[in-house]
C-alpha cells in the first residue's frame, strides 16, 4: 500500500481576497472549483503548474467571523528558487511575519492568520 500527496486544505474568511493572495505572494493559480448548489460553500483548488499538489481553500457563506486558528502550530510550506528575490516581494507585500536567518528561512502570513514557510530550494 503506498500513499502519495493530494491536497491540503485552509479554512479562509474572504475568498476573494485570498486567491489574490495565493496567486500573489506565491504564483499559486485556481485549477478547479466545487460550488454547493445551494451556495453554502465554495472549495478552490490552487496549484503551482508544476507539481500535483493543490492547496484547498474552503469558504463558508454562513460563516460570520474569522477563523480562530489557536496556537496555530501546523503550516504550509514552499520552496522557491530565488530566496532573496521571494523575501524582497514577500517584504514589499508587508507579508513576512517571522524571520529566522539563522536556519535561512522565513514565514509569511496570509488574510486569514495562517503561516507559510519560505525555504531556498536547496534546504528541504
Known amino acids: 500500500m503506498t500513499f502519495t500527496f ?8 474572504d475568498l ?3 486567491l489574490a493572495f ?3 505572494a506565491l504564483g499559486l493559480a485556481e485549477v478547479r472549483r466545487i460550488a454547493a448548489k445551494d451556495g453554502s460553500f465554495l472549495i478552490v483548488y490552487l496549484g503551482d503548474g508544476r507539481s500535483a499538489h493543490r ?3 474552503t469558504w463558508l457563506r454562513d460563516r460570520t467571523e474569522k477563523y480562530d486558528l489557536g496556537d496555530n ?3 504550509l510550506a514552499f520552496r522557491t528558487d530565488d530566496y532573496d528575490g521571494a523575501f ?3 517584504k ?5 511575519c517571522y524571520e529566522n536567518p539563522t536556519m535561512g528561512i522565513y514565514f509569511i502570513e496570509d488574510p486569514d492568520g495562517y503561516w ?3 525555504l531556498p530550494q536547496s534546504r528541504g
Open 6 to 13: 493530494a491536497h491540503n486544505n485552509v479554512n479562509v474568511f
Open 16 to 18: 476573494d481576497r485570498s
Open 22 to 24: 495565493y496567486k500573489e
Open 55 to 57: 492547496l484547498e481553500l
Open 73 to 75: 502550530e501546523i503550516h
Open 88 to 90: 524582497r516581494k514577500h
Open 92 to 96: 514589499e507585500m508587508g507579508v513576512v
Open 116 to 118: 507559510i514557510e519560505i
